[in-house]
């Protein structure tokens, strides 16, 4: 992870914390300052869309661009 890429490039995965929970997903830009969350996994975790008031009430941060996936392991 690039801690000192936190900033949303379009379409790029991103370490998150939102909620309290560390996630990697993709993200894009909204109108407004808000921000498109999208999954790779589609069929299990749906789209989400935050608002600019939504991403500060609910903790949404972008920790950094996860520049190298080498494999998904499966736990």
Known sequence: VDENRNYIKDGKVFAIEHGGLFRCKRLYNLPDGGVRIVSDNKEEY??????????????FRVIGWIWKIDRIEVW
């Open 46 to 59: 749906g789209e989400e869309r935050l608002t600019k008031e939504q991403i500060i009430a609910q903790g």
